[in-house]
C-alpha cells in the first residue's frame, strides 16, 4: 500500500511517500481503504515540529481526519460489514460520554499512527459511518475540526436559536461553526482580514462580517453589532493576543471555547489579563471530541442539507503543496487531499 510516513520531527522534507505491506485486522478491527483526508493547522505544527509528540513515535503516518471504506472486518466485528463507508474519529479510544485523560490518551497523527495511508485499521466503535449524502472528500472534513466547533457549541454550550455566535477567522473550525450557528438559528459574526474570505463567509449565512485588520478592536465592534449587549458564544483559536478582544465581545455569562493557539501562545499566557468576576465568564478548552460526537455532526448536517465547506483538493502526490497551503492561511474551510 502506498503510504506517507514522518521520518523525523522537524521539516516537511522528513514527510516521505513509499509503499508498506498492507494492516492486518485482529479481534474487533477493520480495515478500512482510505479514500479522502484533510489537513488541521494541528498536521503542519506536527510534521515542523511544533508539538511535543509524536516524540518516540518515529516513523508515523500523520494526519487525524480520512474516510473510505471497509474492505475487511474482524472476527469480533458486529456492527460494520465490508463495503461500509466510515470515518475513524480523532481520538480512537473515545467512544462516547465525558472527557477523561484515558479516552484522550491516543490521538491520530499524534501520539498513534494517522490516516496518511491507503489502508488503515481501527476497531469498529472507533469509526462513525458516513451518511449517504456526503462524499468521502466531504465526510473527510468533519473528524477534528467539525467535531471541535459542535463539541463546543452544541454539546457544551446548547446553542439555540437567538443566540450569538463570534467566529475568529474562516479556518475549518470557525466555518463549521457558522454552519453550525446557522443550522441553529443562531446570529453568526465572524472576523477575517480578507474581505474575500468575509464574502464567502456572507455565502454561507454569516450576519455580520469584521476585518479585524481594518478593525483592530473587533471586541467593541462586536459589542456595537449586538447593541451592547456582547456575543454569547466565542470559538477562541487565535491565542493570546486574540483573547483581550473575546473578552470584550462577550456578554455576561457567556462562554469562550478555548480551542487553540493558531496566532501563537496559550489564552492562558496573555500579560496583564484580567478576568472580571462580575462578568461570570465562562473560559472551557475543548479537545476535539468523541465518536458519539462525530455520529452526531454527520446526522445533522446530512438530515439538514448542509454540506461543509471545502477550500481546496490536493492529489496525494501533492502532500507538501496541502501542507504549504495550509500554513499559508489562505484557505477557506478545509483543505482535502484524495488518495
Same mark, same amino acid.
Given at each position: 500500500?502506498?503510504?506517507?510516513?514522518?521520518?523525523?520531527?522537524?521539516?516537511?522534507?522528513?514527510?516521505?511517500?513509499?509503499?508498506?505491506?498492507?494492516?492486518?485486522?485482529?479481534?474487533?478491527?477493520?480495515?478500512?481503504?482510505?479514500?479522502?483526508?484533510?489537513?488541521?493547522? /494541528?498536521?503542519? &505544527?506536527?510534521? /515542523?515540529?511544533?508539538?511535543?509528540? +509524536?516524540?518516540?513515535?518515529?516513523?508515523?503516518?500523520?494526519?487525524?481526519?480520512?474516510?473510505?471504506?471497509?474492505?475487511?472486518?474482524?472476527?469480533?466485528?458486529?456492527?460494520?460489514?465490508?463495503?461500509?463507508?466510515?470515518? +475513524?474519529?480523532?481520538?480512537?479510544?473515545?467512544?462516547?460520554? /465525558?472527557?477523561?485523560?484515558?479516552?484522550?490518551?491516543?490521538?491520530?497523527?499524534?501520539?498513534?499512527?494517522?490516516?496518511?495511508?491507503?489502508? $488503515?485499521?481501527?476497531?469498529?466503535?472507533? $469509526?462513525?459511518?458516513?451518511?449517504?449524502?456526503?462524499?468521502?472528500?466531504?465526510? &473527510?472534513?468533519?473528524?477534528?475540526?467539525?467535531?471541535?466547533?459542535?463539541?463546543?457549541?452544541?454539546?457544551?454550550?446548547?446553542?439555540?436559536?437567538?443566540?450569538?455566535?463570534?467566529?475568529?477567522?474562516?479556518?475549518?473550525?470557525?466555518?463549521?461553526?457558522?454552519?453550525? !450557528? *446557522?443550522?441553529?438559528?443562531?446570529?453568526?459574526?465572524?472576523?477575517?482580514?480578507?474581505?474575500?474570505?468575509?464574502?464567502? &463567509?456572507?455565502?454561507?449565512? !454569516?450576519?455580520?462580517?469584521?476585518?479585524?485588520?481594518?478593525?483592530?478592536?473587533?471586541?467593541?465592534?462586536?459589542?456595537?453589532?449586538?447593541?451592547?449587549?456582547?456575543?454569547?458564544?466565542?470559538?477562541?483559536?487565535?491565542? *493570546?493576543?486574540?483573547?483581550?478582544?473575546?473578552?470584550?465581545?462577550?456578554?455576561?455569562?457567556?462562554?469562550?471555547?478555548?480551542?487553540? !493557539?493558531?496566532?501563537?501562545?496559550? +489564552?492562558?499566557?496573555?500579560?496583564?489579563?484580567?478576568?472580571?468576576?462580575?462578568?461570570?465568564?465562562?473560559?472551557?478548552?475543548?479537545?476535539?471530541?468523541?465518536?458519539?460526537?462525530?455520529?452526531?455532526?454527520?446526522? &445533522?448536517?446530512?438530515?439538514?442539507?448542509?454540506?461543509?465547506?471545502?477550500?481546496?483538493?490536493?492529489?496525494?502526490?501533492?502532500?507538501?503543496?496541502?501542507?504549504?497551503?495550509?500554513?499559508?492561511?489562505?484557505?477557506?474551510?478545509?483543505?482535502?487531499?484524495?488518495?
Amino acid at each position: 500500500m502506498k503510504a506517507y510516513k514522518l521520518h523525523a520531527p522537524k521539516g516537511w522534507e522528513n514527510l516521505k511517500a513509499d509503499t508498506f505491506d498492507e494492516p492486518t485486522v485482529t479481534g474487533n478491527q477493520v480495515k478500512i481503504n482510505i479514500k479522502a483526508v484533510s489537513l488541521n493547522f /494541528r498536521d503542519t &505544527a506536527v510534521t /515542523r515540529g511544533g508539538f511535543a509528540y +509524536p516524540g518516540e513515535k518515529l516513523p508515523m503516518i500523520p494526519l487525524s481526519d480520512g474516510a473510505g471504506v471497509v474492505t475487511e472486518v474482524g472476527p469480533d466485528v458486529h456492527h460494520l460489514k465490508v463495503g461500509d463507508r466510515v470515518s +475513524p474519529n480523532f481520538f480512537p479510544d473515545w467512544h462516547g460520554g /465525558r472527557f477523561s485523560a484515558q479516552k484522550v490518551h491516543r490521538s491520530l497523527g499524534g501520539s498513534t499512527d494517522g490516516v496518511l495511508a491507503e489502508y $488503515v485499521v481501527f476497531s469498529e466503535d472507533a $469509526v462513525a459511518k458516513i451518511p449517504d449524502f456526503f462524499t468521502f472528500e466531504e465526510a &473527510a472534513a468533519f473528524p477534528c475540526a467539525g467535531v471541535t466547533a459542535w463539541h463546543s457549541l452544541v454539546t457544551k454550550g446548547g446553542i439555540k436559536a437567538g443566540d450569538t455566535v463570534l467566529l475568529q477567522g474562516t479556518g475549518g473550525v470557525s466555518v463549521f461553526g457558522l454552519q453550525i !450557528a *446557522k443550522l441553529f438559528g443562531a446570529k453568526a459574526i465572524i472576523t477575517s482580514s480578507s474581505n474575500e474570505k468575509l464574502e464567502q &463567509a456572507k455565502a454561507l449565512g !454569516a450576519d455580520e462580517v469584521i476585518n479585524y485588520k481594518e478593525t483592530p478592536d473587533w471586541g467593541k465592534k462586536a459589542l456595537e453589532l449586538t447593541n451592547g449587549q456582547g456575543v454569547d458564544f466565542i470559538l477562541e483559536v487565535g491565542g *493570546k493576543d486574540t483573547l483581550p478582544q473575546s473578552l470584550e465581545a462577550l456578554k455576561p455569562g457567556g462562554s469562550i471555547y478555548v480551542i487553540g !493557539a493558531v496566532g501563537g501562545g496559550a +489564552p492562558g499566557q496573555s500579560e496583564g489579563l484580567f478576568l472580571s468576576p462580575l462578568k461570570m465568564v465562562n473560559l472551557q478548552g475543548i479537545y476535539v471530541g468523541s465518536v458519539e460526537m462525530l455520529e452526531e455532526i454527520f446526522t &445533522a448536517f446530512a438530515a439538514n442539507g448542509v454540506k461543509p465547506a471545502i477550500g481546496q483538493t490536493f492529489g496525494f502526490d501533492q502532500m507538501h503543496q496541502a501542507l504549504e497551503f495550509m500554513s499559508n492561511g489562505s484557505h477557506f474551510g478545509k483543505i482535502v487531499v484524495t488518495l
